[in-house]
């Protein structure tokens, strides 16, 4: 992975600086005979970021041979750290999992162009394409720590979510014009509701796995041979709970219009848990999830039976973390409505988010808890 400093692309307007960057210092992807010039590149906007400007660069003769300009948005060094982002990339490349990142220039990468096309949400709950899914997040929750991530302490989602949160109790405090519209929400009660949150959920010990954590159609792409799909853009990844990887999964599955009766049944979660469970190999650090679920992958009837407790549980386990996932996005969103000049209505996103936290439907899993 070759980095570039110095040297950045208007995130206003992308097109022409994107070709000229690809051309000259990615040559070898739109023309792998070597031979060709800026005459025979394109350029075209790609829909499916909001936070990131996406440009496709290709071979006008080949549109095949093409890769991915993705222009960081500004201010996002208070949302993701990029260093660390390139080191989970780096290291996900080793096993097969997310795209190949050619060049890291100042406000953004150059990486693969995957043919196919991303999800749309309600596809992420047909059968066939959970089960391909499903195999894809198996595959990564298999993988042992690295350890950068090993390293930090605690679940990646939850320090996520009270990092935010201290930095909009600062802005609060600081007089800044912007956050006048963010005054609407009661920060003392969302905070008492973290805290409950966090407390709860962290009695189902929900393993520390390395997660994904922004599992939405648009980070998935069908792949056109085979029917399989293709995880990416690692931005949030980091060690957090399976339980809230997967939450956070089935959150997105009704889409960005928060329509939440479009939410997995019963019958589709367990599909989708089942079939993780089928898959998913633990790390001998999980080693009593590792002899559980090793044991429960074969075809007799106490297999079958023991694997039925399984998913069981770990539905119960996934419904708890439902409302982790509706804080850390809330926030997340709060966030973008202070510094964020990408044109989507995150300050509406916030109050959908914020108000699930609230709703009968996602608080009753964690009633039965002792609080």
Request: proline fraction near 5%.
């Amino acid at each position: 992975m070759q980095t570039l400093h110095g040297v950045s692309v208007d995130v206003h307007n992308p097109l022409q600086q994107a070709a000229e960057l690809v051309e000259k210092h990615c040559h070898h992807v739109l023309f792998n005979n070597g031979i060709g010039d800026m005459s025979m590149v394109q350029s075209q906007f790609l829909r499916g970021g909001i936070t990131n400007c996406l440009v496709k660069v290709y071979n006008k003769h080949h549109p095949d041979h093409a890769c991915i300009v993705r222009v960081f948005g500004p201010n996002l060094e208070k949302l993701i750290d990029r260093e660390r982002e390139k080191q989970v990339v780096e290291h996900l490349n080793k096993f097969g999992i997310g795209k190949q990142v050619f060049l890291l220039f100042d406000n953004g990468q150059v990486e693969e162009w995957l043919a196919g096309r991303s999800l749309e949400p309600y596809e992420m709950l047909e059968p066939h394409t959970a089960t391909a899914i499903c195999e894809q997040v198996a595959k990564l929750h298999s993988l042992d720590m690295p350890p950068f991530l090993h390293a930090e302490q605690g679940s990646h989602a939850w320090n996520k979510i009270w990092s935010w949160l201290a930095e909009v109790k600062a802005e609060l405090a600081s007089g800044n014009p912007a956050a006048e519209r963010i005054k609407i929400f009661n920060w003392p009660q969302i905070e008492a509701e973290m805290h409950r949150i966090h407390r709860l959920t962290n009695q189902y010990a929900s393993p520390l796995v390395p997660a994904h954590n922004d599992l939405l159609s648009g980070n998935i792409v069908r792949n056109p041979a085979g029917g399989g799909v293709t995880l990416i853009d690692f931005e949030y990844a980091g060690a957090s709970e399976r339980g809230f990887d997967i939450a956070n999964h089935f959150c997105e599955c009704v889409g960005f219009d928060c329509e939440w009766e479009k939410f997995p049944t019963v019958e589709q979660q367990n599909h989708f848990l089942s079939n993780y469970l089928q898959r998913v190999k633990y790390p001998q650090s999980h080693s009593t999830l590792a002899q559980r679920t090793a044991g429960s992958t074969g075809a007799d009837t106490t297999a079958a039976g023991e694997m039925s407790v399984l998913v069981d549980e770990l539905r119960q386990e996934v419904a708890a973390f439902v409302l982790t996932s509706h804080l850390f996005w809330g926030i997340w969103a709060v966030m973008q409505t202070l510094y964020s000049p990408i044109d989507f209505d995150f300050y509406t996103y916030s109050f959908k988010r914020l108000s699930a936290v609230f709703a009968p439907q996602f608080r009753k899993p964690l009633e039965k808890l002792r609080e």
